[in-house]
């Protein structure tokens, strides 16, 4: 299972309706790959957890704010294989609360960490275990370190990575690793590795003026795409046990990646990943696909799928959730839709050819694809 980032909040106002269904305007293609599929979704008082079935195109939901006492309104929300973790802050204290969404067991974690006159929070994220804390100390300098925190044992562990960094960039967990990429002082990119069993840092990569953009391809390896001068970019592979350079190879596309996490999939030579629209624009992103083999990059025209979908709705859709279900080889791609009684939602279920296959309309709006 790959780690998950949540990039963005979305708050919703819609009308909430009494199902789900399939659009019938859309009839059933031959070539869909129909997946299963989880998803959070809101609406204005109220978070969803929708999960659909593939076989059976039924889906069934639970009400998180009813039963966890889960709010619209979060910090952060992180994803570690089927557990979610929400992050929210109140009273000058951190609280977490933990749901698998395989089980639906929830777990609360109140006040794990509190705010301290010495160090400044800038990110938190946490294995299956454990919880890290990025943060700057003593307050008002930009020295980088990181407190690891075991609820288990109540222990505490705090590490300095760097001094007088300039940037510090959303962190990647994945089987017993956590990267930390920032800016250092000098200007250069680093990614920083930590070792969460263990709690050292075992490794420190260093890109100099090349914006690291980090993934886990299908062979549980880390893969790095860096980029400094223009379209050209570059894409290595670390061994994840050793950290040590597999593959590396160069390519182009006409796109930015940013620093950090990259919402994206290597599967088989092959990379998934979520574009964006120069503004302004119609959508603000959609799906694409390169191939290292071929040297192909395929943009699906998400402006055209809109305006169809629009066309044929009546009405307007914003995007709101991207993910990509590779057992299918279907792009998942989340909406809210907005007309005179108010919002309502759905999915569409687009083929890596760039074919709207299905539009799944929903009583709230997707917000988080669950993979």
């Known amino acids: 299972m790959k780690p998950r980032v949540f990039f963005w909040s979305f708050l919703i106002y819609l009308v909430v309706f009494s199902c789900s269904k399939d659009d019938g305007q ?22 969803y957890q929708y999960s ?10 639970v009400n998180l704010t009813e039963e966890s006492g889960l709010g619209t309104q979060f910090l952060t929300l992180r994803q570690v294989n089927n557990l979610l973790t929400f992050y929210r802050f109140s009273s000058g204290s951190f609280t ?11 777990k609360l974690f109140e006040n794990f960490y509190a705010i301290s006159t010495e160090q400044s929070v800038i990110w938190g994220t946490n294995s299956e275990s454990k919880f890290f804390m990025g943060y700057y100390s003593p307050r008002g300098s930009t020295n980088l370190g990181i407190r690891i925190i075991d609820p288990s044992t109540d222990e505490n562990v705090d590490l300095s ?18 990267l930390i990429p920032y800016l250092d002082g000098r200007s250069d990119y680093k990614i920083a590795v930590l070792n969460t069993v263990t709690n050292t840092v075992i490794k420190t990569l260093d890109f100099g003026d090349a914006i690291p953009s980090i993934l886990i391809d299908d062979l549980g390896d880390v893969g790095v795409i860096t980029g400094s001068n223009g379209n050209q970019y570059g894409y290595t592979t670390y061994d994840f046990g050793t950290f040590e350079i597999k593959t590396t190879e160069n390519f182009s596309v006409n796109r930015f990646f940013s620093p950090g996490p990259l ?9 998934y990943y979520l574009n964006f629209y120069a503004q302004p624009s119609l959508v603000e ?10 040297s192909e990059n395929n943009i699906i025209d998400m402006i055209s799928i809109v305006q169809q979908v629009q066309n044929e709705m009546q009405t307007t859709i914003n995007l709101s959730a991207f993910g990509y279900v590779e057992n299918a080889e279907v792009f998942i791609v989340g909406y809210a839709t907005q007309d005179t009684a108010g919002l309502e939602g759905g999915v569409l ?12 309309i929903l009583p709230f709006a997707p917000t988080y694809i669950v993979q």
């Not at 859309?26 to 978070?47: G, V």
């Not at 990575?161 to 956590?178: E, G, I, S």
């Open 263 to 271: 919402e994206a999939d290597v599967i088989d030579g092959t990379l």
């Open 349 to 360: 279920l687009i083929s890596t050819e760039g074919e709207l296959l299905s539009n799944i």
């Open 52 to 61: 659909h079935n593939g076989a059976t195109k039924e889906g069934s939901t």
């Open 161 to 178: 990575l760097d001094f007088n960094v300039k940037n510090v960039y959303q962190p990647l967990y994945f089987n017993k690793r956590l």
């Open 26 to 47: 859309l009839p059933p293609k031959a070539s869909l790959k129909s997946p299963d599929f989880t998803l959070l979704a809101q609406d204005f008082d109220n978070l």
């Open 96 to 106: 977490a609360i933990q749901r698998n969404v395989a089980t639906g067991q929830n």
């Open 285 to 294: 992103f959609g799906p694409a696909v390169y191939d290292f083999k071929k």
